[in-house]
Structure formats: C-alpha cells, structure tokens
C-alpha cells in the first residue's frame, strides 16, 4: 500500500494520509473547506473539484440517496471463530408471571420471547466477555497474543470507565490494546466494521470483536412493557486479514438519529435525594446527588415502526455496495428485539423464513451480545457453513442503526 505525506502549506493535506495510490483519487475535507485530491510523487495535493462532480452527493450530504467514493482498498477480513457466553440464571415468561401482571401467551405472541438469562451473584459483564472471547480463539486457532486489537461492544460495562482493558487482560492478550464501544443494540456490528478498518488501513491481522450487556440492570421489573424484553449475554467473533480479493465484508451501511432518542434511552438521573455533599454551609450554590441512570423509557410502538422501515434500506444499501441481491443472502441475522421486527423485515426483503437465523425465545433481547450470540449458536449448531452470506443488521436506541454483508469462512 502506498503511503503518502505532505505538509500543510502550499495546498497541499497534512499530515499522513495512509492508502492513498499515486494517480488515484479520493475526496478529503479540511475544516469547512472541501478539496478534490490527488496523489502524486507520494504527495496529496488539493485543487477545486472538476465543474461536473457533485461535492454534496460525493461526500455523503443527499440524505435521501446516501452515493460515496468507493471505500479505501487495503486489506480484506474474514470471521474465522465465535464463541458466547450466557447466565446461569433462567426466567421464564410463567416466572415474569409472578412479578409482573402478564402471561407466558401475552408474552411470546407478541414478541416471540420464552425465557431470558440475567446476571446474579459474582457474575459479570466482564465475566461473560472473557468467557465468549476465549471460545472464539479456540475456534479460530488464534493465540491470545497473536491478537492486535479487543473491542468490547457494550452500554453496561462493569465499570464507567469502560471494561475492554480488563477483558484483554485476563484473556492474556498481550500485545493487543482494547478499547470499549458504545452503540447499544447496534454495538457489535459498529464493533465489527471498526475492525475491519482497523485491518484494513491500520496493518492489524487478528481483532477480536466482543458483544457484552446486562440490561437486566436497568430495567423497571415493574414496568411489563419492557423488563419481559431484556436479558443478558456475551458473543463474539475473530476478524482475521486477509488478501483483498478474499474479503469477506461485502458491503455495509451505518445511520443515526438523534431525534428518535426520546423513544428509546436511559437518561442520567439525580440519583434520588441522598446528597454527596450533605452540608454546603452556603459556600456553594448546588447540592451534588449521587451518580445514577433512569430506567430503561422504551415507546415501543415508535420502535417497531423505525426499525421495520429502516433496516430493510439498510440492507439494501449494503446488498447494493457488495454487488449482491436479497436472493443471494443465505442468512438473515437481524438484532434479536421482537419476533415481530424480525418477520416484518423479512416479509420486506422477500427472506424466506428457513433463511432468518434466531433465538429471540430463549434469550430475549441481549442488546451487543444478540447477534454475535446468535450466530456462534447457529455456526455450532451446523446451520451456519463456510461461504455462506450473511445479511446482518443492528438497530437500537440514539436511534443508531446499520446492516454489513459478510461472508463467513
């Protein structure tokens, strides 16, 4: 891959700009100002964009028809190991039964969920995380310090400053670094596509993708709404380089709103009456609480509609990015919310049901962990082969949402 510097005078980009080839072309921005650059002799140098090219269609701005440059070509990635992990402790729908005024039929019609996992005891998110990843090493025959790079994927960390490091830590992952991701239920395919860019402009060959969260913590197990939704788990997968003609990431497609936030959050909150602080003698002018979140505020109705609308064009934008069409995807793997959501995408995309790959009932709604969980279940389960197309897709609160085409090797 050719490396280009240059310095900032002169109009020309600073400072260096990896995987730019000499003659080719990309679009960079400076601040405000949008250059058409070139490079040559191993400098990137700006002029204005030719008269024909539309800048705002080139740089990502036609929010209704989202055209980009071709992406960066450096190396490719391949998945080639998952692993998951779950609690030990099971609650049934008969057991929300007992806390809550519902019924195992209320529950699975309409969302398709059985029973759940939740933490207890001396388990943890980190716990799990350690767990999942260790299975996923061992399948793909990787040695913990042959890894460069752990990301943990999770809204839950065991502590808030993130728990990626400590995770990395105990699977002996030594000459690696790691850091947390925070994307809720989109996480782990925003985990997972960093990877791949991490591999391919970074020169990393072995990244280890982790999806972890308890949002069992921050449910209101008063509130039937939402606490039959959600359960606890941990998945993940190894992304390996690979030649570039070998890429096994067809295609993909992120988005965010941050107006859909109300209908899906847990806000910080004062954290009850009880002060930090208990007496200020007058010598400030606030009174400190102590740290907390809100429950998890769910409009589900708001929800439902968002994600049955925007995933099925993600998808396709993705599909349209590899090259690809719905009857070429052998698996659809979407975040395991609502059997509802689930179908409704399906029917969308024209997905038979034999091709959606699920297990919403046993586990409910695992946020980062749902997908990576899943598909480590349906990989040992025989379902999963090597070469099979998978149509993934991640959905949740901020509103973020995203889908990657890949191919599992």
């Not at 767990?131 to 808030?160: F, N, Q, R, W, Y």
């Not at 000459?175 to 990877?195: K, P």
């Not at 099979?388 to 949402?401: E, K, N, Q, R, V």
Request: aromatic content about 6%; some cysteine.
């Amino acid at each position: 891959m050719a490396n280009a510097t240059a310095t900032a005078t002169a109009g020309m980009l600073s400072p260096h700009v990896p995987g730019m080839r000499a003659g080719g072309r990309d679009m960079a921005r400076l601040g405000m100002v949008r250059c058409w650059c070139r490079a040559r002799r191993g400098k990137v140098v700006c002029a204005a964009p030719p008269s024909s090219v539309n800048v705002d269609v080139l740089m990502g701005n036609d929010l209704s028809k989202p055209h980009r440059l071709p992406r960066v070509v450096g190396m490719g990635s391949k998945l080639i190991g998952c692993g998951s992990a779950v609690p030990k402790f099971v609650i049934s729908n008969d057991d929300m039964a007992e806390i809550v005024e519902t019924s195992d039929e209320w529950i699975s019609v309409r969302t398709g969920i059985h029973k759940r996992r939740v933490l207890t005891g001396e388990e943890s998110v980190k716990g799990l995380a350690i767990e999942a990843g260790k299975k996923a090493l061992e399948m793909a025959h990787v040695e913990p310090d042959e890894v460069d790079l752990v990301i943990l994927c999770t809204s839950t960390p065991d502590d808030l400053f993130g728990t990626g490091a400590q995770v990395h830590t105990a699977l002996g992952c030594k000459n690696a670094w790691a850091f947390d991701a925070t994307a809720a239920c989109s996480g782990f395919l925003v985990g997972l596509i960093t990877a791949t860019r991490f591999i391919k402009g970074g020169g990393y060959k072995n990244v280890l993708v982790i999806g972890a969260d308890s949002l069992s913590r921050y449910v209101d197990w008063t509130d039937r709404g939402t606490c039959i939704l959600f359960g606890d788990g941990a998945g993940a997968v190894l992304v390996q380089a690979t030649a570039a003609e070998e890429d096994g990431f067809l295609g993909f497609d992120f988005h965010s709103d941050g107006q859909g936030y109300r209908h899906l959050n847990a806000k910080t909150s004062v954290g009850g009456t009880e002060e930090v602080i208990p007496s200020t003698n007058g010598s400030i002018n606030f009174l400190p609480k102590k740290p907390a979140f809100s429950f998890i505020q769910m409009n589900g109705k708001e929800v439902f509609r968002f994600a049955v609308s925007s995933v099925p064009r993600s998808i396709v934008a993705s599909l349209e990015e590899a090259g690809l069409t719905n009857s070429d995807i052998d698996w659809l793997l979407l975040h395991q919310a609502n059997w509802r959501i689930i179908d409704a995408v399906a029917t969308r995309l024209q997905i038979p049901s034999e091709k959606i790959i699920s297990n919403l009932a046993n586990y409910g709604n695992t946020s980062a962990a749902s997908i990576p969980l899943a598909l480590d279940e349906a990989v040992r389960g025989g379902k999963v082969k090597g070469g099979d197309i998978i149509a993934a897709s991640g959905f949740g609160a901020g509103l973020t949402w995203g889908s990657a085409i890949m191919r599992w090797q």
